[in-house]
């Protein structure tokens, strides 16, 4: 079992909602990623956090995305105003510090946008 | 920039036979390749990696080499069982890119049948 935990599993939101999903890194791991995985199951990168700063994030999570990775906190990503296209399965992960290591995945948030 | 490439989205077999899935990456960086799986509704897990030219890595009877001459990693099982049915991933470490995130290809679906 992954010990990436993201909530809520589902998400079910009206167009100019607010959704927003939380997820706690596994213990230890200083470098946190957002994925969005579409419904032809292609990724998407979105944005990543070294122990709570902001390394790299796309021009869509800047502009409508808010995200962040507190200390002692869960990480979360909030979508200001949903949108049709938003509904998708959002997947945070985890890494060890260093550029050969692995990371580890939640099981998802599947948002559905009405 | 870089890339990966998966050329098969669906892979459907009969319990027993081999597999092999396709991988190949475009990079100006030195290589590291993973090979992800997906079950239904299950974090994506990691399955192998490398980053060393020509050597074999194996898990969970699944093996992949790493051919930076050619540009590959295919992933290969000499058996495939039930339980393998999953999309799997072939994804590339982003040097490039602050704080080193993931490119993922597109995803082979793999359908192991009775």
């Known amino acids: 079992n992954s010990k990436v935990i993201q909530t809520p599993r589902y998400l079910v939101k009206g167009q100019g909602q607010k959704a927003k999903m939380r997820c706690i890194p596994e213990?230890?791991?200083?470098?946190v990623f957002w994925y969005q995985q579409n419904k032809n199951n292609e990724f998407k990168f979105l944005i990543n956090?070294?122990?709570?700063?902001?390394?790299?994030q796309i021009d869509m999570t800047e502009k409508r995305f808010s995200a962040e990775c507190p200390s002692n906190s869960p990480c979360s990503l909030e979508i200001q105003s949903s949108e049709a296209g938003d509904s998708a399965l959002y997947l945070c992960?985890?890494?060890?510090?260093?550029?050969?290591?692995?990371?580890?995945f939640g099981a998802g948030t599947r948002l559905s946008v009405l | 920039g870089d890339s990966v490439t998966q050329t098969e989205g669906l892979v459907t077999l009969t319990k027993g036979l081999p597999v092999m899935l396709n991988c190949t990456y475009q990079t100006t960086y030195s290589p590291f390749l993973f090979w992800y799986v997906q079950h239904l509704n299950e974090a994506p897990k990691l399955l192998l990696k490398?980053?060393?030219?020509?050597k074999r890595t194996e898990h969970q009877g699944f093996y992949a080499t790493l051919h930076k001459s050619s540009s590959s990693f295919h992933l290969q099982k000499s058996s495939v069982q039930l339980s393998d049915s999953a999309l799997y991933f072939c994804?590339?470490?982003?040097?490039?890119?602050?704080?080193?995130?993931?490119?993922f290809g597109i995803g082979t679906l793999l359908s192991v049948k009775p």
């Open positions: 956090f070294q122990n709570q700063e902001v390394l790299q």
């Open positions: 213990k230890g791991h200083p470098v």
């Open positions: 992960a985890s890494s060890p510090q260093g550029r050969q290591n692995t990371l580890y």
């Open positions: 994804a590339l470490k982003n040097y490039g890119s602050s704080g080193n995130k993931l490119i």
């Open positions: 490398s980053s060393t030219d020509n």
